[in-house]
């Protein structure tokens, strides 16, 4: 259900190194992952749907992606 590929961990790893190398505090960052990831477990609960993958990675991915892509969140 959650098996990620060799090559698709790496590139979590390197994702969530950069949101802490880019943080100014590891700690904040950290509870702000964990903050977004309950929430997305959350909102995946109400709609019964079956996750793609689990509310921790989406929420790497998608910190990530605001970091450096700020256009996403532009509109």
Do not use: C, G
């Not at 190398?21 to 609960?45: G, L, P």
């Amino acid at each position: 259900m959650y098996h990620r590929p060799p090559s698709q961990n790496n590139q979590l790893m390197r994702q969530a190194e950069e949101l802490i190398a880019a943080s100014s505090n590891r700690y904040r960052i950290t509870v702000q992952v964990a903050n977004r990831a309950k929430r997305r477990r959350a909102e995946d609960f109400d709609s019964m749907d079956e996750p793609a993958m689990k509310p921790v990675i989406q929420a790497v991915v998608e910190m990530w992606e605001e970091l450096n892509q700020p256009e996403i969140i532009a509109d």
